[in-house]
């Protein structure tokens, strides 16, 4: 079992910035990559980034060049840096864990999700 809980969502100003950690706990060691995914209202969960063990990167072309996920795994931590903020930007962020090994992208490689956290970016 596997936890993980987001925080740092708000509201923002269009070309604003924000800063977005999810802490994971439990049976970590069977986790092989974490990802960001958002949804927005009336929309489908779309993927944002991944990142694997070993500190590879994926990310969604909408997001390439302004958001930066990274990790920390000593701290058991990882984090999605936005940049350039857009209305559309605006839902609700996930964090996932997945047990598979590589950069999965999509929503059912990931075994454990957290609560979300709100993103809102006014334009």
């Known amino acids: 079992q596997v936890q993980l809980v987001e925080s740092g969502g708000g509201l923002v100003q269009a070309g604003g910035s924000l800063f977005l950690s999810c802490v994971v706990s439990g049976r970590t060691s069977s986790t092989y990559a974490m990802g960001w995914f958002r949804q927005a209202p009336g929309k489908e969960r779309e993927f944002v980034a991944t990142?694997?063990?070993?500190?590879?990167?994926r990310s969604a072309d909408s997001v390439k060049g302004r958001f930066t996920i990274s990790r920390v795994s000593t701290k058991n931590t990882v984090y999605l840096q936005m940049n350039s903020l857009k209305a559309d930007d605006t839902a609700v962020y996930y964090c996932?864990?997945?047990?598979?090994?590589?950069?999965?992208?999509?929503?059912?490689?990931?075994?454990?999700w957290g609560q979300g956290t709100q993103v809102t970016v006014s334009s």
């Open positions: 996932a864990a997945s047990n598979f090994p590589g950069l999965p992208s999509k929503g059912n490689e990931y075994q454990y």
């Open positions: 990142i694997s063990r070993s500190g590879g990167t």
